[in-house]
């Protein structure tokens, strides 16, 4: 039985059980619910986690471990001869993986029975032929052991499939028992019940923290086997990019580190004022009928995929861009340029400028305007020193918020600004970014292994310290000017 299959099946063990259990604790009063501690339902929810969390918990950790166990298990099956020249265990194993899922597809389809895979040959080229005869596809000789690790992997996670579905079930069997054989008019299933309750929360609100340490420490772990291979100095200090292979790379983080800022620098010129302006109107001087208009056909922006925007920057702004200003004042030919991926970026991050700046000034209580137009201030000085000081660490979230989404963006950057790794002021130029770099680096039929693959998780890293400094940066901001109101 399959994983999704397994975890189906425990729900519907601990659907059941919150009937039967809800059904035993009327059962035990009679129908009469008063003599009941808890409510009905509560009795219904304790056999329902005591029959699906522990189960879930165990096939969730199962999961986890049965890839490493497994691969445990065959690793010493290869030796060094099976490991190709310039290759790794990685790569190996990795076959051995594609060839196992393989044969299982091969032998669920009918292609291949277990007969069959049982006599199969071990010599090299003929197991390649007899693979490709059941439609899979090799692109290098079978070796002996990997053909036998395939084998035996596929043979182990078979046996640990058969036993996940049997510990699983019996844990949510045993669990929904144990549960109902507690199941009296005195027991305490509401405080069971809540106590599940404030455990899920707990830990939904840790799921934020574990997530930003589990990103951190696997790119700690990856950029240290980059700096292991690739001297640190070079990566920071290098003005050049440019990766090779096959060799003699220059792999310095300047020039996209450059084309990252000077990017999400024109988006925010271009995005932050209007953004602000579009707030301040729709929130002080647009009547109800205009603001229920504009303000859903702005959201709308915020709603289109990124590759349209990007097929926008392609077509139609850089074309204008270069025909109208770059070429005529002698500045570029191309129509990839930062400030056709800047002005395009600019466009989708208005929205978010807007809509947060709103709500932040609506926000602001209605008697500060109350009190500053009785102290004789026109509505514009209003808004500039009282609503806006106000509303600025709001503002300054919305700011930052648009910040990291350009900082992140990537077909728009793809699509209008190029693929050139440079350093230059001119902003009718291609330059790129570290976003499109991280997925140039790791896309291809490349060695994990090469420092030319582990630079993505080093620029990975170093875009996540960019973005950490820009929130310490706010937080500096929001806290020297923030101001108290009552």
Same mark, same amino acid.
Request: hydrophobic share 50%; net charge neutral.
């Given at each position: 039985?399959?994983?999704?299959?397994?975890?189906?099946?425990?729900?519907?063990?601990?659907?059941?059980?919150?009937?039967?259990?809800? /059904?035993?604790?009327?059962?035990?009063?009679?129908?009469?619910?008063?003599?009941?501690?808890?409510?009905?339902?509560?009795?219904?929810?304790?056999?329902?986690?005591?029959?699906?969390?522990?189960?879930?918990?165990? =096939?969730?950790?199962?999961?986890?471990?049965?890839?490493?166990?497994?691969?445990?298990?065959?690793?010493?099956?290869?030796?060094?001869?099976?490991?190709?020249?310039?290759?790794?265990?990685?790569?190996?194993?990795?076959?051995?993986?594609?060839?196992?899922?393989?044969?299982?597809?091969?032998?669920?389809?009918?292609?291949?029975?277990?007969?069959?895979?049982?006599?199969?040959?071990?010599?090299?080229?003929?197991?390649?032929?007899? #693979?490709?005869?059941?439609?899979?596809?090799?692109?290098?000789?079978?070796?002996?052991?990997?053909?036998?690790?395939?084998?035996?992997?596929?043979?182990?996670?078979?046996?640990?499939?058969?036993?996940?579905?049997?510990?699983?079930?019996?844990?949510?069997?045993?669990?929904?028992?144990?549960?109902?054989?507690?199941?009296?008019?005195?027991?305490?299933?509401?405080?069971?019940?809540?106590?599940?309750?404030?455990?899920?929360?707990?830990?939904?609100?840790?799921?934020?923290?574990? @997530? =930003?340490?589990?990103?951190?420490?696997?790119?700690?772990?990856?950029?240290?086997?980059?700096?292991?291979?690739?001297?640190?100095?070079?990566?920071?200090?290098?003005?050049?990019?440019?990766?090779?292979?096959?060799?003699?790379?220059?792999?310095?983080?300047?020039?996209?580190?450059?084309? @990252? #800022?000077?990017? /999400?620098?024109?988006?925010?010129?271009?995005?932050?004022?209007?953004?602000?302006?579009?707030?301040?109107?729709?929130?002080?001087?647009?009547?109800?009928?205009?603001?229920?208009?504009?303000?859903?056909?702005?959201?709308?922006?915020?709603?289109?995929?990124?590759?349209?925007?990007?097929?926008?920057?392609?077509?139609?702004?850089?074309?204008?861009?270069?025909?109208?200003?770059?070429?005529?004042?002698?500045?570029?030919?191309?129509?990839?340029?930062?400030?056709?991926?800047? #002005?395009?970026?600019?466009?989708?991050?208005?929205?978010?400028?807007?809509?947060?700046?709103?709500?932040?000034?609506?926000?602001?209580?209605? /008697?500060?305007?109350?009190? /500053?137009?009785?102290?004789?201030?026109?509505?514009?000085?209003?808004?500039?020193?009282?609503?806006?000081?106000?509303?600025?660490?709001?503002?300054?979230?919305?700011?930052?918020?648009?910040?990291?989404?350009?900082?992140?963006?990537?077909?728009?950057?793809?699509?209008?600004?190029?693929?050139?790794?440079?350093?230059?002021?001119?902003?009718?130029?291609?330059?790129? @970014?570290?976003?499109?770099?991280?997925?140039?680096?790791? @896309?291809?039929?490349?060695?994990?292994?090469?420092?030319?693959?582990?630079?993505?998780?080093?620029?990975?890293?170093?875009?996540?310290?960019?973005?950490?400094?820009?929130?310490?940066?706010?937080?500096?901001?929001?806290?020297?000017?923030?101001?108290?109101?009552?």
């Amino acid at each position: 039985m399959s994983a999704g299959l397994v975890i189906l099946a425990v729900i519907a063990i601990a659907i059941g059980g919150f009937f039967i259990g809800r /059904s035993r604790a009327l059962g035990s009063v009679q129908g009469d619910v008063r003599k009941l501690h808890s409510l009905p339902n509560y009795y219904g929810q304790t056999v329902f986690l005591f029959s699906a969390v522990p189960a879930l918990l165990v =096939t969730f950790a199962w999961l986890l471990l049965q890839p490493l166990y497994v691969e445990s298990q065959v690793s010493g099956m290869i030796t060094a001869a099976d490991v190709p020249e310039g290759g790794s265990m990685s790569l190996v194993l990795a076959d051995v993986r594609r060839i196992s899922s393989g044969l299982d597809i091969a032998i669920t389809s009918g292609a291949l029975t277990e007969d069959q895979l049982a006599t199969m040959s071990a010599d090299e080229t003929d197991v390649r032929a007899q #693979l490709a005869e059941v439609g899979i596809a090799v692109a290098s000789e079978v070796r002996q052991n990997v053909f036998a690790a395939a084998k035996e992997y596929r043979d182990i996670n078979a046996g640990l499939k058969i036993t996940l579905t049997i510990v699983a079930l019996v844990l949510a069997l045993g669990g929904a028992v144990y549960a109902m054989s507690r199941i009296t008019p005195d027991f305490r299933a509401r405080n069971v019940a809540e106590m599940a309750i404030k455990a899920l929360l707990i830990l939904s609100s840790t799921v934020a923290i574990l @997530t =930003t340490i589990g990103i951190v420490f696997s790119l700690l772990f990856e950029t240290s086997n980059f700096f292991r291979m690739y001297p640190a100095k070079d990566f920071f200090l290098s003005l050049t990019w440019n990766p090779q292979f096959t060799g003699g790379s220059d792999l310095g983080i300047a020039p996209l580190l450059w084309g @990252t #800022l000077y990017v /999400s620098f024109v988006a925010l010129v271009f995005a932050v004022p209007i953004g602000l302006l579009v707030a301040v109107f729709l929130s002080e001087y647009a009547s109800k009928r205009v603001r229920s208009l504009i303000k859903p056909a702005i959201e709308i922006l915020a709603g289109i995929p990124t590759i349209v925007y990007g097929l926008f920057a392609l077509i139609t702004i850089g074309p204008l861009l270069r025909d109208y200003f770059a070429q005529p004042l002698g500045l570029g030919t191309s129509s990839s340029s930062v400030l056709t991926a800047g #002005l395009v970026m600019g466009i989708m991050l208005i929205p978010f400028v807007s809509s947060l700046s709103d709500d932040v000034i609506n926000a602001v209580p209605q /008697s500060m305007r109350d009190g /500053s137009y009785g102290l004789g201030a026109t509505q514009s000085e209003t808004v500039k020193q009282v609503i806006l000081p106000a509303a600025l660490p709001g503002i300054v979230g919305a700011v930052l918020l648009a910040a990291s989404r350009a900082i992140g963006e990537t077909m728009i950057v793809v699509m209008g600004a190029g693929a050139a790794a440079k350093l230059s002021l001119n902003p009718f130029e291609a330059m790129t @970014t570290i976003t499109v770099k991280i997925v140039s680096q790791l @896309t291809g039929d490349t060695e994990f292994a090469s420092p030319e693959t582990l630079v993505a998780f080093a620029l990975g890293l170093s875009l996540f310290v960019v973005t950490l400094g820009l929130n310490v940066l706010a937080l500096y901001i929001v806290r020297k000017y923030r101001e108290q109101y009552e």
